[in-house]
């Protein structure tokens, strides 16, 4: 009964930045962790980092300093801005959520990074 929308993808050029949206929508309470993850074409998805319900942040080695992760308690919104974009952050980008004990995901939003 959870559904999550992710917006924000599209073509940058490296060095440039993107704000990635998440929603989540219907009859919920309450969510717990929310996240991002990726994934690269020939590859495994991996996390690039997770935000709780209190504010606490992880991120990934490979985004740290360039990424930053925050979210709407009230709206029920994450969000993932990302600066100094490089081509190896191409990658569809899935929002995560857990609710419940169950963990939701979106559909994905394509982020690619090319000059």
């Known amino acids: 009964q959870v559904q999550l929308v992710e917006s924000g993808g599209g073509l940058v050029q490296p060095g440039g930045s993107l704000r990635l949206s998440c929603a989540a929508s219907?009859?919920?309470?309450?969510?717990?962790?929310m996240g991002w993850y990726r994934q690269a074409p020939g590859k495994e998805r991996e996390r690039v980092g997770i935000?709780?319900?209190?504010?606490?942040?992880i991120l990934q080695d490979s985004v740290k300093g360039r990424f930053t992760i925050s979210r709407d308690n009230a709206r029920k919104w994450v969000y993932l801005q990302m600066n100094s974009l490089k081509p190896e952050d191409t990658a569809v980008y899935y929002c995560?959520?857990?609710?419940?004990?169950?963990?939701?995901w979106g559909k994905g939003t394509l982020v690619t990074v090319s000059s």
């Open positions: 935000i709780t319900s209190s504010g606490g942040i």
């Open positions: 995560n959520a857990l609710c419940y004990g169950v963990n939701y």
């Open positions: 219907g009859i919920i309470r309450s969510i717990s962790d």
